[in-house]
Protein backbone atom coordinates (compact mmCIF):
# COMPACT_ATOMS: atom_id res chain seq x y z
CA UNK A 1 0.00 0.00 0.00
CA UNK A 2 0.87 4.01 0.12
CA UNK A 3 3.57 4.56 2.78
CA UNK A 4 6.00 7.03 3.37
CA UNK A 5 9.49 6.76 5.07
CA UNK A 6 10.97 9.51 7.05
CA UNK A 7 14.33 10.53 8.30
CA UNK A 8 14.03 9.85 11.96
CA UNK A 9 14.82 12.44 14.88
CA UNK A 10 15.08 14.23 16.81
CA UNK A 11 17.28 16.72 14.78
CA UNK A 12 19.00 19.64 17.03
CA UNK A 13 21.06 22.22 15.16
CA UNK A 14 22.47 25.45 15.54
CA UNK A 15 21.13 28.57 14.14
CA UNK A 16 22.17 28.85 10.17
CA UNK A 17 22.71 25.79 10.07
CA UNK A 18 22.06 23.78 7.02
CA UNK A 19 18.59 21.46 7.19
CA UNK A 20 18.14 17.60 5.35
CA UNK A 21 15.35 15.84 6.31
CA UNK A 22 15.05 12.83 4.32
CA UNK A 23 11.78 11.31 2.83
CA UNK A 24 11.09 8.57 0.42
CA UNK A 25 7.44 7.31 -0.95
CA UNK A 26 6.22 3.88 -2.22
CA UNK A 27 6.57 3.88 -5.78
CA UNK A 28 2.71 3.48 -6.66
CA UNK A 29 2.37 5.85 -9.87
CA UNK A 30 3.33 9.67 -9.40
CA UNK A 31 1.28 10.60 -6.22
CA UNK A 32 1.35 14.95 -5.16
CA UNK A 33 3.71 15.58 -2.14
CA UNK A 34 3.79 17.39 0.78
CA UNK A 35 5.50 18.59 3.61
CA UNK A 36 3.48 20.12 7.01
CA UNK A 37 4.47 22.03 9.83
CA UNK A 38 3.63 21.42 13.27
CA UNK A 39 4.22 23.96 15.78
CA UNK A 40 3.84 23.20 19.45
CA UNK A 41 0.18 22.75 20.48
CA UNK A 42 -0.69 23.47 16.61
CA UNK A 43 -2.33 21.72 14.23
CA UNK A 44 -0.82 21.23 10.66
CA UNK A 45 0.66 23.54 8.01
CA UNK A 46 1.05 22.92 4.86
CA UNK A 47 4.84 23.82 4.20
CA UNK A 48 5.47 22.98 0.34
CA UNK A 49 4.37 20.69 -2.22
CA UNK A 50 4.80 19.34 -5.65
CA UNK A 51 2.96 17.49 -8.27
CA UNK A 52 5.14 15.74 -10.32
CA UNK A 53 8.21 14.38 -11.39
CA UNK A 54 10.85 17.27 -10.90
CA UNK A 55 8.06 19.29 -9.44
CA UNK A 56 10.33 22.02 -6.68
CA UNK A 57 8.01 22.89 -3.94
CA UNK A 58 9.71 25.69 -2.07
CA UNK A 59 8.23 28.14 0.99
CA UNK A 60 9.94 30.15 3.58
CA UNK A 61 13.20 29.24 2.53
CA UNK A 62 12.26 25.73 2.58
CA UNK A 63 12.62 23.45 -0.10
CA UNK A 64 12.26 19.99 -1.46
CA UNK A 65 12.12 18.47 -5.18
CA UNK A 66 9.92 15.97 -6.60
CA UNK A 67 12.83 12.96 -7.28
CA UNK A 68 10.72 10.10 -9.23
CA UNK A 69 14.18 8.19 -10.07
CA UNK A 70 15.28 7.81 -6.31
CA UNK A 71 11.03 8.45 -5.35
CA UNK A 72 12.13 10.75 -2.15
CA UNK A 73 11.11 14.29 -1.35
CA UNK A 74 13.78 15.29 0.74
CA UNK A 75 13.17 18.42 2.44
CA UNK A 76 16.17 21.13 2.78
CA UNK A 77 16.47 24.82 3.91
CA UNK A 78 20.03 26.78 3.85
CA UNK A 79 20.22 28.68 6.96
CA UNK A 80 17.59 27.49 9.82
CA UNK A 81 16.24 29.86 12.36
CA UNK A 82 15.40 29.51 16.20
CA UNK A 83 11.55 29.75 14.79
CA UNK A 84 11.69 26.68 12.60
CA UNK A 85 11.90 24.53 15.69
CA UNK A 86 8.73 22.46 15.10
CA UNK A 87 7.44 18.83 13.70
CA UNK A 88 7.86 18.04 10.15
CA UNK A 89 5.61 15.84 8.40
CA UNK A 90 6.10 14.21 4.74
CA UNK A 91 2.86 13.20 3.36
CA UNK A 92 1.65 12.01 0.18
CA UNK A 93 -1.61 11.70 -1.51
CA UNK A 94 -3.27 8.02 -2.44
CA UNK A 95 -3.57 7.21 -5.96
CA UNK A 96 -6.00 4.03 -5.63
CA UNK A 97 -9.96 4.70 -6.05
CA UNK A 98 -9.92 3.69 -2.42
CA UNK A 99 -7.49 5.90 -0.66
CA UNK A 100 -7.18 9.18 -3.71
CA UNK A 101 -8.73 11.23 -0.72
CA UNK A 102 -5.94 10.55 2.05
CA UNK A 103 -2.80 11.79 3.17
CA UNK A 104 -0.77 9.20 4.50
CA UNK A 105 2.24 10.90 6.73
CA UNK A 106 5.46 9.61 7.77
CA UNK A 107 6.75 9.53 11.38
CA UNK A 108 7.60 12.79 11.82
CA UNK A 109 10.88 14.28 12.36
CA UNK A 110 11.20 16.38 15.13
CA UNK A 111 13.48 19.44 14.68
CA UNK A 112 15.28 21.87 17.24
CA UNK A 113 17.29 24.66 16.70
CA UNK A 114 19.33 26.43 19.00
CA UNK A 115 20.70 30.06 19.19
CA UNK B 1 -10.93 33.98 5.78
CA UNK B 2 -11.47 32.23 8.87
CA UNK B 3 -9.20 28.50 9.52
CA UNK B 4 -11.05 25.27 10.12
CA UNK B 5 -12.43 25.26 13.34
CA UNK B 6 -12.84 22.51 15.85
CA UNK B 7 -14.43 22.52 19.12
CA UNK B 8 -13.62 21.85 22.14
CA UNK B 9 -10.18 22.24 21.91
CA UNK B 10 -9.49 20.09 25.04
CA UNK B 11 -11.47 16.88 26.01
CA UNK B 12 -11.27 14.57 29.16
CA UNK B 13 -13.38 11.44 29.60
CA UNK B 14 -13.90 8.25 30.63
CA UNK B 15 -13.80 4.96 29.55
CA UNK B 16 -16.88 3.54 28.26
CA UNK B 17 -18.51 7.34 27.55
CA UNK B 18 -18.72 8.42 24.03
CA UNK B 19 -17.37 11.92 22.89
CA UNK B 20 -18.06 13.55 20.07
CA UNK B 21 -16.35 16.30 18.00
CA UNK B 22 -17.13 19.12 16.11
CA UNK B 23 -15.27 20.37 12.95
CA UNK B 24 -15.96 23.30 10.47
CA UNK B 25 -14.26 23.87 7.70
CA UNK B 26 -13.00 26.98 5.67
CA UNK B 27 -15.74 28.52 4.02
CA UNK B 28 -16.43 27.30 0.97
CA UNK B 29 -14.77 23.73 1.31
CA UNK B 30 -16.86 20.50 0.96
CA UNK B 31 -14.51 18.19 2.03
CA UNK B 32 -13.57 17.32 5.49
CA UNK B 33 -11.40 14.64 6.76
CA UNK B 34 -10.33 13.62 10.20
CA UNK B 35 -7.10 12.28 10.97
CA UNK B 36 -5.98 10.83 14.68
CA UNK B 37 -2.65 11.74 16.10
CA UNK B 38 -0.84 9.87 18.58
CA UNK B 39 2.83 9.07 19.74
CA UNK B 40 3.05 5.58 18.84
CA UNK B 41 0.99 5.52 15.79
CA UNK B 42 1.09 8.97 14.62
CA UNK B 43 -1.20 10.56 12.17
CA UNK B 44 -3.75 7.74 11.14
CA UNK B 45 -6.48 8.58 8.49
CA UNK B 46 -9.91 8.26 10.01
CA UNK B 47 -12.60 9.15 7.41
CA UNK B 48 -13.51 11.84 4.72
CA UNK B 49 -16.84 13.30 4.04
CA UNK B 50 -18.25 15.26 0.84
CA UNK B 51 -21.60 16.55 0.15
CA UNK B 52 -22.44 14.35 3.71
CA UNK B 53 -21.44 11.23 2.33
CA UNK B 54 -18.48 9.59 3.60
CA UNK B 55 -16.13 8.75 0.64
CA UNK B 56 -13.40 6.68 2.06
CA UNK B 57 -12.87 5.35 5.83
CA UNK B 58 -8.93 4.43 7.37
CA UNK B 59 -8.78 1.18 9.39
CA UNK B 60 -10.39 1.83 12.39
CA UNK B 61 -13.65 -0.13 14.63
CA UNK B 62 -16.91 0.79 13.88
CA UNK B 63 -16.83 2.77 17.38
CA UNK B 64 -15.27 5.87 15.07
CA UNK B 65 -18.03 7.10 13.26
CA UNK B 66 -18.81 10.69 11.40
CA UNK B 67 -21.08 12.58 9.74
CA UNK B 68 -21.52 15.87 7.79
CA UNK B 69 -23.91 18.01 7.51
CA UNK B 70 -25.43 20.17 4.66
CA UNK B 71 -23.39 23.27 5.75
CA UNK B 72 -20.41 20.92 5.39
CA UNK B 73 -19.63 21.51 8.72
CA UNK B 74 -18.51 18.00 10.37
CA UNK B 75 -18.35 15.51 13.24
CA UNK B 76 -16.54 12.67 14.75
CA UNK B 77 -18.21 10.45 17.35
CA UNK B 78 -16.25 7.83 19.44
CA UNK B 79 -18.28 4.95 21.45
CA UNK B 80 -17.12 3.43 24.10
CA UNK B 81 -13.84 4.73 24.95
CA UNK B 82 -10.76 3.27 25.47
CA UNK B 83 -7.67 4.07 26.61
CA UNK B 84 -6.09 3.61 23.90
CA UNK B 85 -8.60 6.55 21.87
CA UNK B 86 -6.44 9.36 23.83
CA UNK B 87 -5.16 11.27 20.74
CA UNK B 88 -5.32 14.45 19.30
CA UNK B 89 -7.88 14.28 16.65
CA UNK B 90 -7.27 16.88 13.64
CA UNK B 91 -10.03 18.13 10.99
CA UNK B 92 -8.88 19.10 7.24
CA UNK B 93 -11.01 20.25 4.34
CA UNK B 94 -10.56 20.95 1.17
CA UNK B 95 -12.67 22.70 -1.57
CA UNK B 96 -13.39 19.20 -3.33
CA UNK B 97 -13.40 15.62 -2.12
CA UNK B 98 -10.35 14.68 -3.84
CA UNK B 99 -8.41 18.00 -3.54
CA UNK B 100 -4.62 17.52 -2.96
CA UNK B 101 -4.13 20.82 -0.23
CA UNK B 102 -5.82 20.14 2.40
CA UNK B 103 -5.89 23.09 5.76
CA UNK B 104 -6.05 21.71 9.01
CA UNK B 105 -7.31 22.91 12.31
CA UNK B 106 -5.64 22.77 15.59
CA UNK B 107 -7.19 19.20 16.77
CA UNK B 108 -8.83 18.22 19.50
CA UNK B 109 -6.88 16.89 22.77
CA UNK B 110 -9.13 13.80 23.91
CA UNK B 111 -7.36 12.07 27.23
CA UNK B 112 -9.55 9.08 28.12
CA UNK B 113 -9.36 8.32 31.60
Known amino acids: GDSVTQMEGPVTLSEEAFLTINCTYT??????LFWYVQYPGEGLQLLLK?????DKGSNKGFEATYRKETTSFHLEKGSVQVSDSAVYFCARVGLSSGSARQLTFGSGTQLTVLP | KAGVTQTPRYLIKTRGQQVTLSCSPISGHRSVSWYQQTPGQGLQFLFE???????NKGNFPGRFSGRQFSNSRSEMNVSTLELGDSALYLC????????????FGPGTRLTVL
Open chain 2, 92 to 103: ASSWTSGNNEQF
Open chain 1, 27 to 32: ATGYPS
Open chain 1, 50 to 54: ATKAD
Open chain 2, 49 to 55: YFSETQR
